[in-house]
């Protein structure tokens, strides 16, 4: 733990840009002049503190970003290094190689917080005291040293950019290129003496490792964390050796366009002043582990998945499985739109899982928590009838419907970027393209949908949807942690959003004062990624769930939820008149979906009934 020191000190800066500088006598001969610099000022040499960048770019100013010299900005900023304390570094370009006007920047900063800089090579020193005796001198001095460092670093930029671009040149044109650059583990460059055709790569050992990963996530639907207890499982090292593999090592991994033999990557440099960007995209650079198809799947499931489940307590060993909560920004307060947590309850003879609203548990001015238990039964069993039955099935089309829908998503936006740029853009040939632009994206977006519209007719078999049905059953135990992962991984790819309204109203508030009493209810309102829109009614008192409303356009595919329009019916008319022109709505096929959870719901009155039969007998 470091300390704030109360004394000025000596600290001690050694930064490599290139590995290979650390070998020699340079810090032997730093540590020498260290302890001389403190014998001659009186100070003690800091030990807290060791700050050596290794592989950290000053030009790029990495060694700031993530290296010990942007900690030790930050110690002075915050006075934790004492005043008169000094500084030593081997020549002024440790410091920075940034353009001049920045390199002065940091050096003034240190100065004006009366900390001393001393140079080991040269012995200049660079303080209050220096400044005030020759200004001119000290400063042209120290630009001198930082334009000297700017330039080298900006010559050898440009040999580096030279070269990348080069090589850029020859794989477009059909040649063996190498643009060097890290490789992912399950590749490696091919001896110079070997033949090579057409890349300098080739799959090594590892590649199987690779792949397997890939099967674990996209194949058998496992999430980062049971990825990596599965490997471990297997007995597979890390890519560095580690017996455990890193969350975010498998993230990386599944993210890397390398997979399908893409290279991507960027090329940052200055010029004149300002940095330039470059974005790069070189198609079978190297060779491929899975097609192009899949890899676009794996980056629409994982995209889908983005903060979804963060925080969620069931990653953890024998945690639970919270179905209404842990989505992330998915999962809101219908009253505040902030979001919602659960909280279990140990009780004598069983564990209460309770609602939490962010805002009113840290203001106390929002919803207050309410009993989970009965409010997430009920949404398991109205919410998983409305799913799109595709994500239940385990092959190919889940991957393609969420890719499909992801990539509708980011034309979207694309084309709100076209449309905001034609209300602000005058010149005629500048809106010739941007509507050009607009008319290709509408047509891809089209034949998108097109995409869409074949996969959902996709008729997916009754034994699936039973196989389907009894897993939901089964998920309302809330111990049954398996299932109820299941579902939970369908959902995360189901739902754009929840809100729960958690404060009661009457039923009269929504319409509805001549059902059920006029009950006061909560209600979840669910937005799925396949625009079917539900609002679940769960009565307050009872906790029993009332009805389930879904919006008009899918009357024809009702799964036992109720219209606007038939609640209207039932609210004016009564039960019966609503039951007399449900009748007429009845799907054809006994294995028609519809008819399935009927049957399911059939069997779970007949089951209540039979139960509360015996009891009243005994």
């Given at each position: 733990?470091?300390?704030?020191?109360?004394?000025?000190?000596?600290?001690?800066?050694?930064?490599?840009?290139?590995?290979?500088?650390?070998?020699?006598?340079?810090?032997?001969?730093?540590?020498?002049?260290?302890?001389?610099?403190?014998?001659?000022?009186?100070?003690?040499?800091?030990?807290?503190?060791?700050?050596?960048?290794?592989?950290?770019?000053?030009?790029?100013?990495?060694?700031k970003s993530r290296g010990a010299f942007g900690v030790f900005l930050k110690?002075?900023?915050?006075?934790?290094?004492?005043?008169?304390?000094?500084?030593?570094?081997?020549?002024?370009?440790?410091?920075?190689?940034?353009?001049?006007?920045?390199?002065?920047?940091?050096?003034?900063?240190?100065?004006?917080?009366?900390?001393?800089?001393?140079?080991?090579?040269?012995?200049?020193?660079?303080?209050?005291?220096?400044?005030?005796?020759?200004?001119?001198?000290?400063?042209?001095?120290?630009?001198?040293?930082?334009?000297?460092?700017?330039?080298?670093?900006?010559?050898?930029?440009?040999?580096?950019?030279?070269?990348?671009?080069?090589?850029?040149?020859?794989?477009?044109?059909?040649?063996?290129?190498?643009?060097?650059?890290?490789?992912?583990?399950?590749?490696?460059?091919?001896?110079?003496?070997?033949?090579?055709?057409?890349?300098?790569?080739?799959?090594?050992?590892?590649?199987?490792?690779?792949?397997?990963?890939?099967?674990?996530?996209?194949?058998?639907?496992?999430g980062l964390r049971e990825i990596s207890k599965e490997l471990h499982r297997?007995?597979?090292?890390?890519?560095?050796?580690?017996?455990?593999?890193?969350?975010?090592?498998?993230?990386?991994?599944?993210?890397?366009?390398?997979?399908?033999?893409?290279?991507?990557?960027?090329?940052?440099?200055?010029?004149?002043?300002?940095?330039?960007?470059?974005?790069?995209?070189?198609?079978?650079?190297?060779?491929?582990?899975?097609?192009?198809?899949?890899?676009?799947?794996?980056?629409?499931?994982?995209?889908?998945?983005?903060?979804?489940?963060?925080?969620?307590?069931?990653?953890?060993?024998?945690?639970?499985?919270?179905?209404?909560?842990?989505?992330?920004?998915?999962?809101?307060?219908?009253?505040?739109?902030?979001?919602?947590?659960?909280?279990?309850?140990?009780?004598?003879?069983?564990?209460?899982?309770?609602?939490?609203?962010?805002?009113?548990?840290?203001?106390?001015?929002?919803?207050?928590?309410?009993?989970?238990?009965?409010?997430?039964?009920?949404?398991?069993?109205?919410?998983?009838?409305?799913?799109?039955?595709?994500?239940?099935?385990?092959?190919?089309?889940?991957?393609?419907?969420?890719?499909?829908?992801?990539?509708?998503?980011?034309?979207?936006?694309?084309?709100?970027?076209?449309?905001?740029?034609?209300?602000?853009?005058?010149?005629?040939?500048?809106?010739?393209?941007?509507?050009?632009?607009?008319?290709?994206?509408?047509?891809?977006?089209?034949?998108?949908?097109?995409?869409?519209?074949?996969?959902?007719?996709?008729?997916?078999?009754?034994?699936?949807?039973?196989?389907?049905?009894?897993?939901?059953?089964?998920?309302?135990?809330?111990?049954?942690?398996?299932?109820?992962?299941?579902?939970?991984?369908?959902?995360?790819?189901?739902?754009?959003?929840?809100?729960?309204?958690?404060?009661?109203?009457?039923?009269?508030?929504?319409?509805?004062?001549?059902?059920?009493?006029?009950?006061?209810?909560?209600?979840?309102?669910?937005?799925?990624?396949?625009?079917?829109?539900?609002?679940?009614?769960?009565?307050?008192?009872?906790?029993?769930?009332?009805?389930?409303?879904?919006?008009?356009?899918?009357?024809?595919?009702?799964?036992?939820?109720?219209?606007?329009?038939?609640?209207?019916?039932?609210?004016?008319?009564?039960?019966?008149?609503?039951?007399?022109?449900?009748?007429?709505?009845?799907?054809?096929?006994?294995?028609?979906?519809?008819?399935?959870?009927?049957?399911?719901?059939?069997?779970?009155?007949?089951?209540?009934?039979?139960?509360?039969?015996?009891?009243?007998?005994?």
């Amino acid at each position: 733990m470091l300390i704030a020191s109360a004394k000025p000190q000596v600290y001690s800066y050694r930064r490599f840009s290139n590995i290979e500088q650390e070998h020699g006598r340079s810090i032997a001969r730093q540590d020498k002049f260290a302890l001389k610099v403190a014998k001659e000022h009186g100070l003690e040499i800091n030990q807290d503190l060791v700050m050596t960048d290794k592989g950290f770019s000053a030009f790029h100013a990495q060694h700031k970003s993530r290296g010990a010299f942007g900690v030790f900005l930050k110690l002075v900023e915050e006075s934790y290094v004492a005043a008169g304390s000094i500084l030593l570094v081997e020549s002024l370009d440790r410091l920075s190689r940034e353009s001049p006007m920045i390199a002065q920047s940091t050096l003034s900063a240190l100065v004006q917080s009366d900390i001393t800089v001393i140079t080991t090579l040269d012995k200049r020193v660079y303080n209050k005291q220096t400044f005030a005796q020759d200004p001119l001198g000290t400063m042209i001095l120290s630009i001198l040293e930082m334009v000297r460092a700017h330039n080298e670093s900006l010559v050898k930029q440009q040999r580096s950019i030279d070269f990348i671009q080069a090589e850029i040149a020859k794989f477009n044109s059909g040649e063996v290129a190498d643009v060097a650059g890290s490789i992912p583990f399950w590749i490696e460059r091919k001896v110079s003496m070997e033949a090579c055709s057409k890349t300098k790569f080739r799959l090594n050992d590892q590649a199987d490792v690779a792949l397997l990963i890939v099967d674990l996530y996209l194949n058998q639907s496992l999430g980062l964390r049971e990825i990596s207890k599965e490997l471990h499982r297997r007995s597979i090292k890390a890519p560095k050796g580690g017996s455990m593999w890193g969350v975010s090592t498998i993230s990386t991994i599944l993210d890397n366009a390398a997979l399908c033999g893409r290279k991507e990557f960027v090329l940052k440099y200055l010029s004149d002043g300002n940095e330039e960007t470059e974005k790069y995209c070189l198609e079978n650079y190297y060779p491929a582990l899975i097609t192009k198809d899949q890899y676009d799947a794996i980056r629409a499931i994982k995209k889908r998945k983005h903060s979804a489940m963060r925080g969620d307590k069931s990653i953890r060993g024998g945690g639970m499985v919270y179905l209404l909560t842990d989505y992330g920004k998915k999962s809101v307060c219908g009253k505040c739109q902030r979001s919602i947590g659960s909280q279990p309850q140990r009780q004598k003879n069983r564990i209460r899982r309770r609602l939490h609203c962010s805002t009113h548990k840290e203001t106390a001015n929002c919803c207050k928590s309410i009993i989970q238990d009965y409010l997430e039964d009920a949404f398991l069993v109205s919410v998983s009838r409305h799913i799109d039955y595709g994500l239940i099935d385990t092959e190919q089309l889940e991957k393609q419907k969420i890719t499909v829908e992801e990539q509708i998503a980011e034309i979207d936006v694309q084309i709100r970027n076209v449309l905001d740029t034609l209300t602000i853009i005058t010149d005629s040939n500048v809106r010739t393209r941007q509507k050009a632009e607009y008319k290709k994206l509408e047509e891809e977006k089209e034949q998108l949908a097109s995409k869409i519209e074949e996969v959902e007719t996709y008729d997916i078999s009754a034994d699936a949807v039973k196989e389907f049905i009894h897993k939901v059953n089964a998920a309302r135990n809330y111990e049954n942690h398996e299932e109820r992962r299941f579902i939970k991984d369908i959902l995360v790819k189901a739902i754009r959003k929840l809100d729960v309204h958690m404060e009661a109203k009457n039923l009269s508030d929504y319409g509805y004062s001549n059902i059920f009493g006029n009950d006061r209810v909560h209600v979840i309102d669910v937005d799925f990624y396949s625009n079917r829109q539900l609002s679940i009614f769960v009565s307050a008192t009872s906790n029993q769930l009332l009805f389930t409303r879904i919006c008009d356009e899918f009357s024809n595919d009702a799964r036992g939820s109720f219209t606007e329009q038939q609640l209207q019916n039932w609210n004016k008319y009564g039960y019966e008149a609503l039951m007399e022109i449900c009748k007429t709505d009845i799907i054809d096929g006994v294995n028609a979906p519809e008819n399935l959870w009927f049957a399911s719901d059939f069997a779970e009155f007949m089951t209540t009934a039979i139960a509360e039969h015996m009891e009243s007998n005994e």
